[in-house]
Structures are given as structure tokens and as C-alpha cells.
């Protein structure tokens, strides 16, 4: 993470002169200007992935959503189907194998990851959890060696089950890690937050790009897993113009 003091900047020229709000949200390529740090006097700002300075230009280096988190952070979100697990992240998993008393897990990584049956609040050697293979399963990364199988627990890091465990019923759908972030972020990213004013669903999100909604109502499911997956390269606005859209072809 590169930080900036905007004030130290503010006397150099340059040519460009780009808001700092023009492009958030929008998507860039590489050589893309998005910052002009002459228009940004007395301000520090954070320069995340995706980004490099050249004396008062912040460019993208890489394709995708310039994005921005309060107070003053700036990056580029990239999009990639391929995921590389890493400690403390969230992820949806699928029992592959099961020997002796651990279990065996696709996350979408380069390897299968490992699951202790341990690795639950209460478990003990009599009372290892039963998964079949295909179970959907809410778990944590907790080691992520080179050359080894990424190791998963199924609580989080005070030993409590928490929001990990089996999935039950509803619907699951893969996406780019990028959308997966994009769910996670804080405050609730439009799409959810619009989506939730009307219907009642539940969902958990793994940063490996998977996506679990369940509902009473199957139609629910369906309106929530659309709406998701048409979201990533649209705007905020966007995002809430789609939904309500997608709602109101439902009350017809």
C-alpha cells in the first residue's frame, strides 16, 4: 500500500486534470489516468493494487473497476475466475473426499484444500461432523503454505461455529473474485443493499467466487442470483436501476 501526501504534489505540473470522483466505480485499462494529484491539494490518499504514480498522474495499471473506500483509498478491482486462497479469508467449499477423519475440498484453488474434522466448535474424536461428498460448506483458510494444501476450519478464530458450516438448500452460482469482494465490501454494496429493501433472502459470499441465496420463495432466489450476477460492471446507480427493474417485472 503506497500513501501520498497530496500537499507535497500540489506545485508540479502536469497536463491531465481528472476528478476525483469522475471515474470511481467506472471500469479502466491500463495507462488510464484516474487521479490528478494538482486537484488534490492538502489531502493524503492510500494507492492500493492497480495503481502507480507518476509525478501528479495516478494511472491504472490494470484493467478493471477504479474503485474508492472512505477515507481515502484508491485501487483498481480486478475480476478473476482463478482464486488464490489466503489466510483468514471466507470461502464456500465442496466436499470432494473424505478419509480417516478429515475432509477434502474444492475452493477453486490451484489444490484441494484440507478440512479437519476437528476443525468444528464441539468436535471431538467421537463426534467428528458426517459430510457427503458435494456438501456446500461456509468455512475459514487458516493456513496457506506453498507447496502445501490450503487448510480450512469450519469456526472462526475464538473456536465458535459462528456463520461456518453446512449450507443447506438454496442455490449456489459461481462468480468473479472481484464480484465476490464486491459483495463482502462495507457499507452493503448497492445491489444488496437494494435487493434487501424489498425481499427477504439469505446469502453467504466466499472470496473465492461463490455465492450461496436461499428464500422461501424460489422466485426470490432467482431475482436475488440475477441481480448479482448482472451487478459487477455496473455503476451504484446502475446496480439500483437494475434491481428495481428486475422487481418490477415480478409485480406485473
Known amino acids: 500500500m503506497l500513501t501520498v501526501s497530496c500537499r507535497h504534489l500540489q506545485k508540479m505540473s502536469s497536463k491531465v486534470s481528472v476528478s476525483p470522483t469522475s471515474l470511481i466505480d467506472q471500469i479502466v485499462v491500463p495507462g488510464d489516468v484516474v487521479l490528478d494529484l494538482s486537484n488534490m491539494t492538502n489531502q493524503t490518499i492510500k494507492l492500493g493494487s492497480g495503481l502507480r504514480q507518476d509525478s501528479d498522474a495516478i494511472s491504472a495499471m490494470r484493467a478493471g473497476k477504479f474503485s474508492y473506500s472512505k477515507p481515502n483509498k484508491y485501487w483498481v478491482e480486478s475480476s478473476h475466475k482463478r482464486y488464490i486462497p489466503r489466510t483468514e479469508d471466507h470461502v464456500l467449499g465442496i466436499v470432494v473426499d473424505y478419509k480417516a477423519d478429515n475432509f477434502w475440498v474444492d475452493i477453486k484453488g490451484p489444490q484441494i484444500a484440507l478440512l479437519p474434522g476437528l476443525a468444528f466448535e464441539g468436535a471431538t474424536r467421537r463426534s467428528i461432523p458426517k459430510f457427503e461428498v458435494g456438501t456446500l460448506l461456509y468455512l475459514r483458510v487458516v493456513k496457506t503454505n506453498i507447496g502445501m494444501n490450503p487448510e480450512l476450519s469450519g469456526t472462526d478464530a475464538s473456536g465458535k ?92
Open 161 to 252: 461455529a459462528s456463520v461456518f458450516g453446512p449450507l443447506k438448500d438454496g442455490f449456489m452460482f459461481e462468480t468473479s473474485t472481484g464480484l465476490s469482494r464486491m459483495l463482502l465490501s462495507s457499507p452493503t454494496c448497492p445491489v444488496l443493499e437494494a435487493l434487501g429493501k424489498k425481499l427477504s433472502f439469505e446469502i453467504a459470499t466466499g472470496l473465492n467466487g461463490r455465492v450461496w441465496v436461499n428464500a422461501a420463495a424460489p422466485r426470490s432466489v432467482i431475482i436475488v442470483a440475477n441481480a448479482i450476477m448482472n451487478s459487477e460492471t455496473l455503476s451504484a446507480t446502475q446496480q439500483r436501476i437494475m434491481v428495481e427493474k428486475l422487481l418490477a417485472k415480478i409485480s406485473d
